[in-house]
């Protein structure tokens, strides 16, 4: 399969060098020769190019497998075609490469929704397909041009049951008391969440948090700066918390239920003001398995995959039909269970893929 | 019949193209990205005056390569000096021991540190349990953290060059100090010093140069705080996609090491340094 698909690519670009004259004419025959295609086949197959695998591109780990089996297996045996993966993080910087690059090798990212608003503006991204992919199945407002929300991930944060025995934090504004609640905090350094919450810690309303107020969060986390320390992957905000470096630590909402069973209840996940955050399905432009990817991403949005996904990563579905179908222990850690809406804000994408710059660099050159 | 000189040229051809094509085109890319994106023009060189995140990034990456620099070298010295008056056997071990410890992965030990100097890890509850200390030290999770880090990981690139210079003093010399009336001192800072310059700057030169790109370190054991110019420009690459700005601190980056190898030139033969002329 592979060595198809190399030698496609090697005569594909061969036909190209040789169109645009930087290939003779001889040694383009010679490499048709060497690959046992005359050149109308090449083309030929580039036409019917159907789709012979899916690639996600996503953070590897325990998600490669959860996706493998939640969204893969379905939807290869619908479709015959197989789900691969490439594991090294489709953060904006990389797709944008593979796209201006010309070599795009991945079909589907497991990237934020704010990033389909990025790079949708910018031409990166193919258009998410409505006629196969269903607006309907996500939370209002996260399903856009260039990008859909499949799970939904977030930011709360958890405390040390030892350290506060009077008393339990119960929000943001607990969170960045240092004089009731004393202790170090951690915070994600890359400015996301970490500024919604300081602002809901300052006063602003959940529903009214943007645009942020940059300065205002800026003020709010600098003045607790020295008891501050910031990570930048889950299991960096993981060992913070477990290890005992923070008494109140910022983590991915779906990570807090493992440390909870982990740490037999001694640290707790509040989930009052906790950000949840649409993770996007997007797909870069000129992804090899073409109308194949939409279709996956349609699967994925199917109730089934919908609820394995969560009990494989605890990433709350997004589809409306799938959250009613929830056990009852699950719905807690469901960051848009009927229990948890009312208490939970959720994340602008639109606000965040036009300002991430200034946002990131604004929070850098605080923390730094 | 000899051959005219030139005709080794002719060997080293592919590889001159290799290094021109992977490696030069798109170091060059970089520069041109600097000065284009996303507006032609020294717009992101002027952000290095008009920005003060930019300048204080700078300044915690030279003040703590500075720093690694120093300790590294200092304890490279020390260790190198040891290694090379061991008995042959002492010595083997010795070098294999520093051996291993390059080939260790720079996540593990920095993972490692966290758990012998965090705030909970082996040294701080030892001295809590003493009685020592009432609060855990803050070792990490700060610019301490990054030093200890990096100086740990830094001091075998330190050891070898001078290893290497002090294996080629003959000991007569010393001798010949000693016998001359020079005290212990004397001989060290006057004769052995001097002889083990080459060595010292080559030492210098790789560890300072290593450090300017370090990432994982400072990001981890800094806890966020210490943030240096490599890790800037990841996020300014792959998050924020200020790809102007990092190139021209990528640019800033290589100048940098090309004026100090150049600064260093002007005091000896930079082959002398790396070996070239050595024995």
Redesign the interface.
Known sequence: MHDKQFMRETLLQGAQAFQAGKMGRRSFLALCGMAGFASTSVLAGRAEAAASEIVMWNWGGQSEECHQSAIGVPFTKATGVPLKFDTSGP????I?DMVDSGHVTADVCDADLFDAV?LGKTGHLEPIDYSVVDKTKTVDGYALEFGISIILYGYAFMYDTQAYPNGAPTGWADFFDTAKFPG?RS?Y??ANGSLEAALMADGVEKDKLYPLDIDRAIKKISAI?ADS????SGS?AH?MIV???VSMGMVWQNRGRSIETDTNGRFKLVMNQALAMPGAYIVPKGNPGGAAAQTFIATAQSVQSQLDLFTCLGMTPTNPEAIAKMAEGDQPYSITSAANMPLIALNDPTWWGEN??AA??AF??A?? | MRLPIQSGWLLVLPFLLLVGGLFLGPILNILWLSVTDPTPGLGNYAQLVTSDTLGRILWTTIRVCVICTVFSVLFGYSIAYAMVHAAGPTQSRMLSLLLVSFWISVLVRTFSWLMLLGRNGVVNSGLEALGIISQPIPFMRNELGVLIGMIHYMVPYAVLPILASMQSIDGRVVQASRSLGATGAQTLWRVYLPLTRAGVVAASLLVFIINLGFYVIPAVLGGGKVLMVAEYISVQVLVTLQWGTAAMLAALLLFGVLTLLFIMSRFMKLSTVFGGART
């Not at chain 1, 953060?91 to 990389?94: A, E, F, I, S």
């Not at chain 1, 320390?229 to 930048?232: C, S």
């Open positions: 953060l904006q910087g990389k944008k990025a170090t915070l350094k890359w700066k320390i910031y990570w930048g960096e060992d290890n005992g470096e991430t710059d990131v660099n850098l050159a923390i730094s």
